[in-house]
T-cell receptor
Framework: EPEVTQTPSHQVTQMGQEVILRCVPI?????FYWYRQILGQKVEFLVS????????KSEIFDDQFSVERPDGSNFTLKIRSTKLEDSAMYFC???????????FGSGTQLSVL | GESVGLHLPTLSVQEGDNSIINCAYS??????FIWYKQESGKGPQFIID?????DKRQGQRVTVLLNKTVKHLSLQIAATQPGDSAVYFC????????????FGSGTKLNVKP
């Protein structure tokens, strides 16, 4: 079964450093998302991306965050200057259409020290 | 928007018994729901979905029931197995914004051998 893949599985960084989380969505999908989950809390929406632009973003997704689809397969989340509170599991997700189910990757555990 | 909540943070069942996990949502206009399974350190795994034009949907050993009157849905797992041990949460699609899903906080299912 096709799956969303994410790298790295774990990322440790110093506060203030930039990180890039990478995702390869399912190949024929058109809608891409980033969610995050702070330990013990709900999965939270960050941003959605369609047709090479952001279609929706939450209040969490401030100017420190950006997303990019640099080629036909990758979808990245960049945090420009990480803060301690950015420590979380970050999930990439994709779907083929707005009527279809949302598939998640296995996540990147980001630890900001 | 939407608010999604689960009724029990933890549920313990005996192997072979049936499990029922509950979820409530707040927006009566919500029309698409997904149940996910999340094992430790992994991403949410799609189990089953249901649209508001249905009251019940069955998969392999799982059934989702939707009660729109009381804005409640449940996931039933038949003949629960040790491999079913995980956190289960429901997600409701924002009825006004197909890009957003709202997630419940999860019920941890413990299956006792």
């Amino acid at each position: 079964e096709p799956e969303v893949t994410q790298t790295p599985s774990h990322q440790v960084t110093q506060m203030g450093q930039e990180v890039i989380l990478r995702c390869v969505p399912i190949s024929n999908h058109l809608y891409f998302y980033w969610y995050r989950q702070i330990l013990g809390q709900k999965v939270e929406f960050l941003v959605s991306f369609y047709n090479n632009e952001i279609s929706e973003k939450s209040e969490i997704f401030d100017d420190q965050f950006s997303v990019e689809r640099p080629d036909g397969s990758n979808f990245t989340l960049k945090i420009r200057s990480t803060k301690l509170e950015d420590s979380a599991m970050y999930f990439c997700a994709s779907r083929g259409s707005t009527n279809e189910k949302l598939f998640f990757g296995s996540g990147t555990q980001l630890s900001v020290l | 928007g939407e608010s999604v909540g689960l009724h029990l943070p933890t549920l313990s069942v005996q192997e072979g018994d049936n499990s029922i996990i509950n979820c409530a949502y707040s927006n009566s206009a919500s029309d698409y729901f997904i149940w996910y399974k999340q094992e430790s350190g992994k991403g949410p795994q799609f189990i089953i979905d249901i649209r508001s034009n249905m009251d019940k949907r069955q998969g392999q050993r799982v059934t989702v029931l939707l009660n729109k009157t009381v804005k409640h849905l449940s996931l039933q797992i038949a003949a629960t197995q040790p491999g079913d041990s995980a956190v289960y949460f429901c997600a409701a699609a924002d009825p006004y914004n197909f890009n957003k899903f709202y997630f419940g906080s999860g019920t941890k299912l413990n299956v006792k051998p």
